[in-house]
Nanobody
Framework: QVQLVESGGGLVQSGGSLRLSCAAS????????LGWFRQAPGKEREFVAA????????YYLDSVKGRFTISRDNARNTVYLLMNGLKPEDTAVYFC??????????????????WGQGTQVTVSS
């Protein structure tokens, strides 16, 4: 089973940028659909972005479309989330997740095969 470790979180001013990375343990990384989720204090976890096994398909939460970009490098077993134009409401712990069953399963976020431990993103106004 793949294991995931996120990095790249931090404190940034409103309008700034961050790039999150999620490195997977050795394995059949290219067989997994991948996603990013976030959870703000006092709120439920929500889907942010997902990418298909080949990288040819992506899907985003409406509020991040045009600001966030998900990508993957199957040779490096890594998935990225580039976040531009950050807003205070983007403040949350961001998690990556993986599942071999396809993009829609990842988007639904239920019963996924693997989750990372999370990385904190804080956007100051």
């Amino acid at each position: 089973q793949v294991q995931l470790v996120e990095s790249g979180g931090g404190l940034v001013q409103s309008g700034g940028s961050l790039r999150l990375s999620c490195a997977a343990s050795a394995g059949s990384f290219s067989n997994y659909g991948l996603g990013w989720f976030r959870q703000a204090p006092g709120k439920e976890r929500e889907f942010v972005a997902a990418i298909s096994r080949s990288g040819g398909g992506t899907y985003y939460l409406d509020s991040v479309k045009g600001r966030f970009t998900i990508s993957r490098d199957n040779a490096r077993n890594t998935v990225y989330l580039l976040m531009n134009g950050l807003k205070p409401e983007d403040t949350a712990v961001y998690f990556c997740a993986a599942d071999p069953r396809g993009l829609q399963v990842v988007i639904d976020g239920i019963g996924l095969a693997a989750w990372g431990q999370g990385t904190q993103v804080t956007v100051s106004s």
